[in-house]
């Protein structure tokens, strides 16, 4: 079955390190997303892609960066870790407009 | 800022009552979409209504839309305590018609036996 994963589950982190997040999906999705949820704000998006060599900020993007070389992937890395970027993070993917967006099971980083 | 806006922030019901939550959002949409998020886990899709439809069934949950009042309201008949979850209502504006979802702060629902 087709799924989207995200590796790692739990990730705790210092101040000041780079840290990436893995978010690798099998549906063959144009459209992949990155959000981050903590209490009180809901899914607040990061960064998008509509495709392979296609990425967009979202509106919460300072101190975040992604890339998409292939259609599978989209990893979110954090240049510089800071205590404000402490959450839990969600990749989705979906296959274009008017369709139902797929999510992974979250990454919970902590930065120390 | 969000697009999407449930109302009530939580709510509390018995084994077999019915659950609405509602969603008001800000501009104008493609569609909009229900997610239920259970602790800990990562959100799940329950209904998608497009914004020429006002009414929308699925099992036990039904959606409402009215694009002239830029809202929505989720239904839930006869609930379980499986219901119990966090509900979320995204919306895909106009402006970006590529299937970028805006998310609301969500709706938690607690149902008790």
């Known amino acids: 079955d087709a799924e989207i994963t995200q590796s790692p589950r739990h990730k705790i982190t210092e101040t000041g390190r780079q840290v990436t997040l893995a978010c690798h999906q099998t549906w063959n999705h144009n459209n992949m997303f990155w959000y981050r949820q903590d209490l009180g704000h809901g899914l607040r998006l990061i960064h998008y892609s509509y495709g392979v060599q296609d990425t967009n900020k979202g509106e919460v993007s300072d101190g975040y960066s992604v890339s998409r070389s292939n259609t599978e992937d989209l990893p979110l890395t954090l240049e510089s870790a800071a205590s404000s970027q402490t959450s839990v993070y969600f990749c989705?993917?979906?296959?274009?407009?008017?369709?139902?967006?797929?999510f992974g099971q979250g990454t919970r980083l902590t930065v120390v | 800022s969000q697009q999407g806006e449930e109302d009530p922030q939580a709510l509390s019901i018995q084994e077999g009552e019915n659950a609405t939550m509602n969603c008001s959002y800000k501009t104008s949409i493609n569609n909009l979409q229900w997610y239920r998020q259970n602790s800990g886990r990562g959100l799940v899709h329950l209904i998608l209504?497009?914004?020429?439809?006002r009414e929308k069934h699925s099992g036990r949950l039904r959606v409402t839309l009215d694009t002239s009042k830029k809202s929505s309201s989720l239904l839930i008949t006869a609930s379980r305590a499986a219901d119990t979850a966090s509900y979320f209502c995204a919306t895909d504006p106009v402006a970006d018609s590529w299937g970028k979802l805006q998310f609301g702060a969500g709706t938690q629902v607690v149902v008790t036996p």
């Open positions: 989705a993917s979906s296959r274009g407009p008017n369709t139902e967006a797929f």
């Open positions: 209504i497009r914004s020429n439809e």
